[in-house]
């Protein structure tokens, strides 16, 4: 194999994983612009050593090592925040961005480069397009109840027997034996929230509820 061949499959894992940091690094994710190149040209260079048998490996065996190793890295990209888990998205572009490194490093260019410009589709566009569909579903739920054992469970107890999907939990606010609570949460389709209101200002101990458009 040339070194025009090796430089070319790595510029162009390096030029594709930078799209994607790029797009990561202008939302302010946990892994960005350097991350994604890094990765992306790294993976490429394990698939150059592999495919040729510079090291006598087995190839198949150095590309699962690739995913396995690329799958500890995102996970440090994953963030607890209460109940809200953050960087599932940077996690995931981080693993599909060492698949295109891999490509670019086999040859397999074509893959590469489509793979690249659906990622970048997804990244891009389709956040606004999952809000705006799911818009008429997702509400914030901020309830007042009294601060007692057990008073969680029954609200998500409550919650589950309509069908309604809790998707965040956060505490927002806690004194006086009261606590405020932000639920977001996914409804039923055909289900009106007054119908939820009414059910949930039955327990005892729940002072106020409001509902707001999540989208």
Known sequence: MSVEIIILRLVLAMVLGSLIGLEREVHNRPAGFRTHILVSVGAALFTLVSV??????????????IVSGIGF?????????????KGLTTAASLWTVAGIGMASGAGYYLGALIATGLMLLVLL??????????QS?????????????GQL?????LLGNL????????????GNSRAKLEI???MPPKMEVHQAVNQLAEIEGVYSIKFEEGG
Request: charged content about 20%; hydrophobic content about 40%; proline content about 3%.
């Open 52 to 65: 040729y048998g510079i090291t006598g490996g087995d190839p198949g065996r150095i590309a699962a090592q």
């Open 73 to 85: 890295l995102g996970a440090g990209t994953i963030l607890r925040e209460g109940a809200n888990i």
């Open 125 to 134: 566009f389709f956040s606004r397009l999952e809000k705006k569909i799911l």
């Open 137 to 149: 579903h997702y509400h914030v739920l901020e309830m007042e109840l009294s601060d007692r054992p």
């Open 153 to 157: 469970g029954t609200v998500a107890s």
């Open 163 to 174: 069908d309604i999907s809790i998707v965040t939990i956060q505490i927002t606010g806690q």
């Open 184 to 186: 977001g949460v996914k």
